[in-house]
């Protein structure tokens, strides 16, 4: 069974600064993609960026880019010049090739500062 | 293109009662998955359609069960409520032909009392 490790519950940073969000995931599939959704207050859920396993380069949209360490099965995510529309709780997710279920972490909530 | 719809958005049901929620995928998406948010539970896979038939299911109870339609509509039901279903139910959809980009509508709210 795959798991989806967040360790960071919270954070908090300044606007306008980096902040990177922590995810690990244990699988023992070789074919598998990855993924960063957002979740604002408003409940509505959004993808921000997506990996595959196969591919070596680490996704980016625009402030928005991802560290894939595949063998350390390591996935942080790197907000760039944070704004304060990034509030929001954001979950990383797993999912096998050819399987449309996505395997969730526990989420860290995000709080950008003024 | 309009969005994953979820109707009702919110509910409050009593404890053994059962419901029926609804979620319209996005135009051309043939598949619908369906999601249990709880604080303490988090997000956790229910079921999935694709082309009206179940193509896979989480590890919940047989009270929770769900259809899809022709038009790729999706309901889902959950019989005999107990008060652990209070949750957000969020549905999500998709191509179906493993291109991963799911989207979510924006969940129905149940409350069971």
């Known amino acids: 069974a795959q798991t989806v490790t967040q360790s960071q519950p919270e954070m908090s940073v300044q606007e306008a600064e980096t902040v990177t969000l922590s995810c690990t995931y244990d699988t023992s599939e070789n074919n598998y993609y990855l993924f960063w959704y957002k979740q604002p207050p408003s409940r509505q859920m959004i993808l921000v960026i997506r990996q595959e396993a196969y591919k070596q380069q680490n996704a980016t949209e625009n402030r928005f880019s991802v560290n894939f360490q595949k063998a350390a099965k390591s996935f942080s995510l790197k907000i760039s010049d944070s704004q304060l529309g990034d509030t929001a709780m954001y979950f990383c997710a797993f999912t096998q090739f050819g399987n449309e279920k996505l395997t969730f972490g526990t989420g860290t909530r995000l709080t950008i500062i003024p | 293109k309009a969005g994953v719809t979820q109707t009702p958005r919110y509910l409050i049901k009593t404890r053994g009662q059962q419901v029926t929620l609804s979620c319209s995928p996005i135009?051309?998406?043939?598949?619908v998955s369906w999601y249990q948010q709880t604080p303490g539970q988090g997000l956790q896979f229910l079921f999935e359609?694709?082309?009206?038939?179940?193509?896979n299911k989480g590890n919940f109870p047989g009270r929770f069960s769900g259809r899809q339609f022709s038009n790729s509509r999706s309901e889902m039901n959950v019989s005999t409520l107990e008060l652990g279903d209070s949750a957000l139910y969020l549905c999500?959809?998709?191509?179906?032909?493993?291109?991963?980009?799911?989207?979510f509508g924006p969940g129905t709210r149940l409350t069971v009392t």
């Open positions: 999500a959809s998709s191509l179906g032909y493993s291109l991963y980009e799911q989207y």
């Open positions: 135009s051309g998406h043939r598949s």
């Open positions: 359609y694709f082309s009206e038939t179940q193509r």
